[in-house]
């Protein structure tokens, strides 16, 4: 005597297979789901040139004076005078570590805060 054939959802229900379908699948991390202490270096926007006036007629008065530092003294002086001008305007936003809601959050921030808050790699 032949065995009976049943419809192939019978089978599926015999041998359990209909409750895999349903259960999420395994997943297994390569490494351990914890921050590290440290994000990349990622550059910032580039900023906008700055003396850039300065700089071209400081230029232009050492062609017009065959590259003589001491006929151009002003104009060497009114630039080096505008490169810290910016450079302490730099400095001071950057030192801004006040973070607006919109705000990303720049490398250098991340990782100042990581290294104030780190994570717990031992219990006590």
């Known amino acids: 005597m032949a065995a009976p054939v049943y419809p192939a959802w019978v089978t599926r229900w ?6 895999q379908k349903k259960r999420p699948p395994l997943i297994r991390p390569t490494r351990p789901l914890v921050l590290a202490n ?5 550059r910032e926007q580039a900023g906008e040139a700055t003396c850039i ?5 400081m ?23 505008c490169v810290a001008k910016a450079e302490k305007e730099r400095r001071e936003k950057a030192e801004e570590v006040t973070l607006g809601l919109r705000e990303n959050l720049t ?6 805060l ?11």
């Open 53 to 57: 006036t300065e700089m071209s007629v």
């Open 14 to 19: 015999v041998s359990g297979q209909w409750r």
């Open 107 to 112: 490398s250098s921030k991340a990782n100042k």
């Open 114 to 124: 990581l290294r104030r808050f780190p994570n717990i790699t031992r219990y006590m």
């Open 59 to 81: 230029m232009a008065c050492w062609k017009q004076n065959d590259f003589s530092s001491s006929a151009c003294a002003e104009e060497i002086r009114m630039f080096h005078d």
């Open 38 to 42: 440290k994000v990349a270096n990622r």
